[in-house]
């Protein structure tokens, strides 16, 4: 039987509906945490505006608590880069990821791994973090004493790669100070995590979370390579599409699919969401001449907003003394509709991020 081709506008709608972003949805933060397979937290805050936008009624308080109790943890993960995962998920998807983590650090360091000790160097980092929690620069001052004049930066990057561990929330604002401590994640979760390298299961909570997809999409989310043979063996429990460049997409049989006439309302995402970052063809959710206004030379990820769907211009906020702005940067000009949507949605998403500004403005930047 011939697979359905899928539109460009049904696999967007598709996506919404599992990143629960077509209508907030009434589920616990860590249920939305474990559907999304994590929310990617290069930086602290990025998660927290991520569920306010996806979870109805999500309060601030309702993560952090989730931290403090170890139900949720931050740490190195997909592409090598920190996501806020639970607990439960971290010890069953820690070990599949590992040969990405590998393969990352070995890409960035590059002639700089060469002369590593990777296991040497692991077990010196174990003993400094399990002495006690401590940040990235002490570990790196230790290593000096242990190899003076070695390159204490790349021997860092190595044991964030290849040594579980998590970051220690503390009672900041957003759930983390600017330069965190880490701790072993076996002592912090009371178990390690599992060794366990094969992929199956992390396709299949890719494919739920972000399908339908092709191998190509699952590398460019997991930052893993051979998702063609994964996928191979998965078939048997798949079902295959086709997109509109004739490539083959796997899904998940039962897992929603929407019509594309679907109504998608405006949403705004923060910076570094998995919602922009988890396809190697992401037209599905922005048009490739929008993609360099996203991502910055710098490799920031610029805060998003979306019109039927489709991100249509990045966001950002400023805090004056009394005063909070929101800015909106539309790609294109906007309908007039979109707009009022867009500045409903806004005052709403600026209470919420700066609830103690005695004066809220929002504005429209440019547009095109």
Known sequence: MKPETLSRRALNRALLARQMLLAREAVTPLRAVERLVGLQAQQAHPPFVGLWTRVAGFERAALSRLLQGRAIVRATLMRGTLHLMSAADYLVLRGPLQPGLSAGMHAVLRERAKDLDIPALVTLARRCFEERPRTFTELRDAFLEVFPGADERAMGYAVRTHLPLVMVPDASAWGFP??????????????????????????????????????????????????????????????????????????????????????????????????????????????????????????????????????????????????????????????????????????????WVEPDAERRTMAFEREG
């Open 178 to 351: 600017a330069d965190a401590d880490f701790a072993v994640a076996e002592s912090w979760l009371g178990k390690a995590p599992g060794s366990e390298e094969k992929a199956d299961s992390l396709v299949l909570r890719y494919l739920a979370a972000f399908g339908p997809a092709a191998a190509a999409d699952v590398q460019t989310w997991s930052g893993l390579v051979g998702m063609r043979d994964v996928l191979e063996r998965l078939r048997p429990q798949l079902q295959t599409f086709r997109d509109e460049r004739k490539r083959e997409l796997f899904d998940l049989p039962e897992a929603p699919r929407p019509a594309e006439e679907t109504p998608a309302p405006v949403r705004f995402v923060p910076g570094f969401d998995n919602l922009v970052l988890s396809h190697a063809d992401r037209t599905r959710i922005i048009a490739d001449e929008h993609r360099t206004q996203v991502t910055t030379r710098n490799l920031q990820v610029l805060p998003t907003f979306l019109v039927d769907g489709f991100v249509a211009g990045t966001w950002k906020t400023a805090r004056g003394k009394k005063t909070a702005t929101l800015t909106l940067s539309p790609f294109v000009r906007l309908p007039a509709a979109a707009k009022a949507q867009l500045a409903e949605e806004g005052e709403a998403l600026l209470g």
